[in-house]
């Protein structure tokens, strides 16, 4: 049977290939989705992993912030149980924040507080962070280089801040560590530009090590000793949802994102076909980036990339410089200089066209495509035959979800 190449929320591609040529099929997650995924959030709640269960660890008068990190999958119903056991814990809805990123808020598809009590609703204060809005910014202290934190007045604040974050490949440049939840995501501009710099988009190494010491700092800080973490399946779906004692959490759900994500592959391949599934929250530039970062570390020098997704939101001030560029390394440096929110994945796109060519299939405009020195890909024919022109191939699904090595 051909292979199938499934993306976006529905469509997929079958490719014919010659016996032979397919080196790997990699990127579906070992273990099954979670039917449920409200039910095992409110089952790790219950039994959170070396914590008392929070009922006895929050008081009536509490101010509790649940901070959603971003790339949460399902994040309404995981929201709403958090909130729900929180109240039935005790703690008044007067005294609940829900904090997402304005970002989130303004997609549209993160209406956190619609499976609950509309007596709850009211109460309860949900709010989108806005980092260039300086009212709604505290202090919180000097870290160990100097540097002033500021975050969200509603994280500050709080005499409870509960994370709910989402398990990433722990090399991931832009990563940070299980506190990056709150950390810069909730910080103020010039603390993300800082974050945005060449320095910190590094997958490893010494100035990696001092990021993530310092996102770190600020979690002990503020005393966050609890988290919830989901470990994503693919898609818009959920393998695990864990919840306890940071550090507890935080080596469990490595150990099983290595468990559903890892795999090996024999060798490089002349042509990596690499697909993001999900709905509008997975096909972001982000995730495109991350999924060319993968795909590049497959691919064969002077070989081939063809991306496949559902994206069509429109690029980012560093994606924007690129199109049209005539120099695409200066304009790079220029962008990675001026620390430009996009800054991750322009540098995943270009270090991907300065090794292969690329091609995408995707919902953009086929005229930007072309101006960001990629080749647009127009249909499943397209697809295939750019295929039967490569002596071998691997197919990733979930490219940016993926833990692939090459088997030495």
């Known amino acids: 049977m051909p292979p199938i190449v499934r993306f976006g929320i529905d469509s997929s591609v079958e490719l014919e290939l010659s016996n032979g040529v397919l080196l790997a099929e990699c990127g579906t997650p070992r273990g099954r989705s979670l039917d449920d995924p409200a039910g095992a959030t409110a089952r790790a709640l219950a039994e959170p992993l ?5 009922s006895k660890s929050t008081t009536p008068g509490d101010r509790v912030v649940v901070v959603l990190g971003q790339d949460v999958p399902q994040a309404p119903q995981i929201v709403g149980v958090v909130v729900r056991h929180l109240v039935e ?4 809805p007067d005294g609940l924040t829900v904090l997402q990123t304005r970002s989130d808020a303004e997609a549209g598809n993160r209406d956190l507080g619609r499976r609950l009590p509309a007596e709850w609703r009211e109460r309860i204060a949900f709010l989108a962070h806005d980092p260039a809005q300086r009212d709604r910014l505290a202090y919180l202290a000097a870290s160990g280089s100097g540097e ?8 500050v604040d709080a ?6 974050g989402c398990m990433n490949r722990r090399k991931e440049a832009g990563r940070f560590g299980i506190h990056s939840a709150v950390f810069p995501t909730f910080s103020d501009r010039r603390t993300l530009d800082r974050f945005h710099s060449p320095e910190a988009l590094e997958p490893e190494g010494t100035h990696k090590k001092r990021f993530v ?3 770190a700092e600020v979690g002990w800080l503020l005393g966050v000793t609890f988290s919830i973490q989901v470990v994503p399946g693919g898609g818009d779906r959920v393998l695990h949802v864990l919840a306890g004692e940071v550090g507890a959490v935080g080596r469990r759900s490595r150990q099983l994102y290595r468990e559903a994500w890892g795999s090996t592959v024999p060798r490089q391949a002349t042509l990596v076909v690499a697909a993001l599934e999900g709905g509008p929250a997975q096909q972001t530039w982000h995730n495109l980036g991350q999924a060319l970062a993968g795909a590049a570390a497959l691919v064969e020098e002077g070989g081939a990339i063809a ?3 559902g994206l069509t939101a429109p690029p980012g001030p560093g994606m924007q410089r690129l199109a049209g560029a005539l120099s695409r390394g200066a304009t790079l440096r220029q962008i990675q200089k001026d620390r430009l929110e996009d800054a991750l994945p322009a540098t995943q796109l270009v270090e991907a066209l300065d090794k292969a060519d690329v091609y995408l299939l995707s919902g953009l405009d086929r005229t930007l495509v072309e101006e960001l020195d990629m080749a647009p890909v127009a249909d499943a024919r397209e697809l295939a035959r750019l295929a039967g022109r490569h002596k071998s191939c691997i197919l990733l699904a979930n490219a940016h979800l993926a833990m692939v090595t090459i088997d030495e």
């Open 307 to 309: 991306v496949c997704c």
């Open 213 to 215: 010491a310092e996102v």
């Open 159 to 164: 005499d409870v801040v509960l994370p709910i």
């Open 50 to 54: 070396d914590y008392p269960p929070l």
């Open 148 to 155: 002033p934190i500021l975050l969200s007045r509603a994280i």
């Open 89 to 92: 814990s005790g703690v008044a």
